[in-house]
């Protein structure tokens, strides 16, 4: 069923964002990640608006995107079933129930792809863009061991300005895992690192 939704929008929505979005896609470096995305991966990215999620779909169009959502959008209906037939995965903020770090455990050791905004939110006007990016993306990196594909997004949607989104090489989890570290540091660590690859990805758009 998500997967027979996913395939649905993209095809019946690749005309009407083509000329909504616009999205120019740029690389760190193609040689390394392309828009095809092979294996299991995480995404990870900054949010700028609701309409990201749109943007990211066609961004990788060739795979099934699973993303974590917040609870607010599933209480508006019919999105709130819409965007559980694409497959999104419920993440209520106000609980401390970790159901979705289970699920999308799950679903990358299935082979899948999750997406990740970390900042949790939109910034608000003011705010340092990116907020600093929360733990769970690092810590369902760090334990799965799947790679990390770091997105940078600015934002331009339904303006003349072009929609860009800019794809960065893979972040290989190990790579970030200090054993002289505790697991909080190594989480805070990684963390910290995907916004500081985000924000230098910023620069190329």
């Known amino acids: 069923m998500i997967g027979f939704t996913n395939a649905f929008v993209k095809i019946t929505g690749w005309l009407p964002q083509l000329l909504l979005f616009r999205t120019k896609v740029t690389y ?21 608006t609701v309409y990201d999620y749109a943007v990211m779909l066609f961004v990788f169009i060739t795979r099934t995107l699973r993303y974590q959502m917040a609870e607010v959008l599933f209480e508006k209906q019919p999105l709130g079933t819409f965007l559980k037939c694409l497959g999104g995965i419920y993440l209520n ?29 939109i910034p608000k006007p003011g705010e340092e863009k990116p907020l600093e990016f929360l733990p769970g993306a690092a810590y369902l990196a760090l334990n799965t061991g799947v790679k990390v594909i770091p997105v940078y997004l600015n ?25 002289a570290r505790t697991e909080k540091e190594n989480i805070t ?9 985000v924000v230098e990805l910023e620069g190329r758009a």
């Open 189 to 197: 660590a990684f963390a910290a690192a995907m916004r500081e690859k």
């Open 93 to 121: 903020r106000n609980s401390t129930d970790t159901g979705f770090m289970t699920e999308s455990a799950m679903i990358l050791q299935k082979g899948g792809v999750v997406g990740i905004f970390p900042e949790g939110r």
């Open 155 to 179: 934002g331009s949607y339904f303006k003349l300005k072009r929609a860009r989104a800019v794809i960065g090489k893979p972040m290989d989890p190990r790579d970030f895992c200090d054993p």
């Open 28 to 48: 760190e470096d193609k040689s390394v990640q392309k828009r095809h995305i092979k294996g299991p991966a995480i995404i990870v990215s900054n949010h700028n």
